[in-house]
């Protein structure tokens, strides 16, 4: 696995953690502001510019 992969793939697990914990905080207080904020969270994940991966061949 290349570095550039291995980069992708932890930046994806620590936003699915933080998404997570956003999430169960919610669940405990009740905030609807820690939901809006999570559910916001997977809406910008989705808008952010597609990042090739592959090595440029120069």
Known sequence: MNRSLKIAMGSLAVSAAVLVIKYA???VT?????HSDALEGIINARRQPRVDLAPSRA
């Open 30 to 34: 009740g905030s609807i502001a820690l």
């Open 25 to 27: 905080a919610y669940l």
